[in-house]
């Protein structure tokens, strides 16, 4: 079935550094969501992307669609304490209209005052 | 305006035992989804439903089940607990019929969940 491997799983920074992470995918997806989840909370959604090559921000946080669609890239530019939290990517199952996503495995950020 | 809202919010019970949860979406918002979320396993789809029906299903057992009402309320039940089904259970509200991924400035909105431990 499909899968969404995210690396790095973890990240321990500096506050102020610039931090990358990605998502790839055995099959192609449509569109490729990127959520941050605080603890003890659900996910939020930061970034949608909807179209192979396409560069979107907000913010510090820049998520591209890579050209195969089978990846997609976080940046958060000079991060901050409040950026700690799990970042997951997701994307829609293939066919139907639902909201059945799938999450690919998370990278914990942490972010060193 | 209200964000999605989980009752209870942590939750004992012991194996072979049932439970139910409960999901008040956004109001105004007709789809809610569930979702489960353990260390091992990440963040797994479990049901949708849409104006009382339910429109697409993942892979878990019949143990799980769900239904959502006239107001858009759900509530979804696992009978027969068992210890893996400790776990975060996320329910998701969105708007309308179009999955809310497809339409630009609709999102999926996710409530903090129901932490359930099964001793």
């Known amino acids: 079935g499909q899968q969404l491997n995210q690396s790095p799983q973890s990240m321990f920074i500096q506050e102020g550094e610039d931090v990358s992470m990605n998502c790839t995918s055995s099959?192609?997806?449509?569109?490729w969501l990127w959520y941050k989840q605080d603890p003890g909370e659900g996910p939020v959604l930061l970034i949608a992307?909807?179209?192979?090559?396409e560069l979107t921000s907000n913010g510090r946080l820049t998520a591209q669609f890579g050209i195969t669609r089978k990846d997609s890239f976080l940046n958060i530019s000079a991060s901050i304490p409040s950026d700690v939290g799990i970042y997951f990517c997701?994307?829609?199952?293939?066919?139907?209209?639902?909201?059945?996503?799938?999450f690919g495995t998370g990278t914990l950020l942490a972010v060193q005052p | 305006k209200a964000g999605v809202t989980q009752t209870p919010r942590y939750l004992i019970k012991t194996r072979g035992q049932q439970v139910t949860l409960s999901c008040s979406p956004i109001?105004?918002?007709?789809?809610v989804s569930w979702y489960q979320q353990t260390p091992g396993q990440g963040l797994q789809f479990l049901f949708e439903?849409?104006?009382?029906?339910?429109?697409n299903k993942g892979n878990f057992p019949g143990r799980f089940s769900g239904r959502q009402f006239s107001n858009s309320r759900s509530e979804m039940n696992v009978s027969t607990l068992e210890l893996g089904d400790s776990a975060l259970y996320l329910c998701?509200?969105?708007?309308?019929?179009?999955?809310?991924?497809?339409?630009?400035?609709?999102?999926?909105?996710f409530g903090s969940g129901t932490q359930l431990s099964v001793l």
């Open positions: 998701a509200s969105s708007l309308g019929d179009l999955p809310s991924y497809r339409k630009r400035n609709e999102k999926l909105f």
């Open positions: 099959s192609i997806f449509n569109t």
């Open positions: 992307l909807y179209k192979a090559g």
């Open positions: 997701a994307g829609p199952t293939h066919g139907g209209a639902t909201n059945k996503l799938i």
């Open positions: 109001s105004g918002h007709r789809s």
């Open positions: 439903y849409f104006s009382e029906t339910q429109r």
